[in-house]
């Protein structure tokens, strides 16, 4: 980086407060400085880049399409230094630990686990996100992601929670009458897909299967995809974890499994975490021993 070509770290502050406030007055209390110095700082600003970045020709002072791009650039930069310090001084000690993961993990694993968390912990603000979605991971936002993968997260640190691997399932009435060798003998009958993935498709087309599904397909949120099996609604590529017990029953029928090594992982951004997380992380991990020691040898 050419930090010679920058402008000065003040003019810049100034204008992001300008931005953020609306007006020299408001941006100068906060920065706890007069309107003049605002004004004078954006000035230089201005000089310094060649642009006009406020406009103040009319009755209240609004931003240029220049100035408006710099404004963005500086809230995510100033907010993620802002975010850090506080990650790094313990600034956020108070802040609600906050985990995203899927919304298949939170409905059958977390959440039926969750009270002896918050028995030990009782003073921990919690925020689940359930999401299908990758979210991105920066101080003072997620703490930690419960991942499905391999563990290849570059950049971040990931630890194996339990391993499991991706079946294909289905309720014996469904595929009663259909004789089912192959993946594409399953494109006549209708799918069920946890609603944001594209978890059906991939399967198919990752086994060569290109035609079109006859029977159709039907995205549920994650927390129904199961009854949705249950009931006969479809075919649908799961967690082994989740249908374990349905398989063992005869509720459902593993069709597939797949022979890759998979599983759930802790994710966090590279560094130690913050007390409530590392707690957080400690229980998950208890939780699983726990899990896989009350387990049958054979299903």
């Given at each position: 980086m050419d930090w010679l070509s920058l402008p000065p770290l003040t003019a810049l502050r100034a204008f992001a407060a300008l931005a953020e406030t609306?007006?020299?007055?408001?941006?100068?209390?906060?920065?706890?400085?007069s309107h003049a110095a605002i004004s004078q700082q954006i000035k230089t600003l201005e000089g310094h880049m060649g642009l006009t970045l406020a406009d103040r020709t009319g009755r209240s002072l609004t931003l240029t399409p220049e100035g408006r791009q710099l404004s963005e650039a500086?809230?995510?930069?100033?907010?993620?230094?802002?975010?850090?310090?506080?990650?790094?001084?313990?600034?956020?000690?108070?802040?609600?630990?906050?985990?995203?993961t899927t919304p298949s993990f939170a409905a059958h694993w977390l959440m039926p686990r969750l009270a002896t968390f918050r028995q030990a912990h009782p003073e921990a603000d919690l925020m689940l996100s359930p999401t299908p979605q990758v979210v991105i991971l920066e101080p003072g936002g997620i703490d930690i992601a419960i991942r499905y993968g391999n563990g290849d997260w570059?950049?971040?640190d990931a630890h194996l929670l339990f391993?499991?691997?991706?079946?294909?399932?289905?309720?014996?009435?469904?595929?009663?009458?259909?004789?089912?060798?192959?993946?594409?003998?399953?494109?006549?009958?209708?799918?069920?897909?946890?609603?944001?993935t594209t978890e059906a498709s991939d399967w198919l087309r990752q086994r060569g299967v290109t035609t079109d599904r006859e029977g159709g397909l039907t995205q549920v949120p994650g927390n129904l995809l199961l009854d949705g099996l249950r009931n006969g609604y479809g075919v649908a590529v799961t967690?082994?974890?989740?249908?374990?017990?349905?398989?063992?029953?005869?509720?459902?029928?593993?069709?597939?499994?797949?022979?890759?090594?998979?599983?759930?992982?802790?994710v966090s951004r590279k560094g130690p975490l913050r007390p409530r997380a590392k707690a957080f992380a400690a229980w998950l991990r208890r939780e699983a021993r726990n899990a896989a020691r009350c387990l049958p040898e054979k299903e």
């Open positions: 609306g007006s020299a007055s408001a941006a100068g209390a906060a920065l706890n400085v500086l809230t995510t930069g100033f907010g993620g230094i802002a975010r850090t310090i506080d990650a790094l001084t313990g600034a956020d000690a108070g802040r609600a630990l906050q985990i995203s570059p950049g971040l391993a499991s691997p991706l079946v294909t399932v289905a309720a014996p009435e469904l595929v009663k009458d259909s004789e089912i060798t192959q993946p594409a003998d399953l494109t006549g009958l209708p799918w069920l897909q946890e609603f944001g967690v082994f974890e989740w249908v374990r017990h349905d398989i063992a029953a005869g509720r459902l029928i593993e069709l597939f499994r797949d022979e890759e090594i998979a599983g759930y992982y802790i």
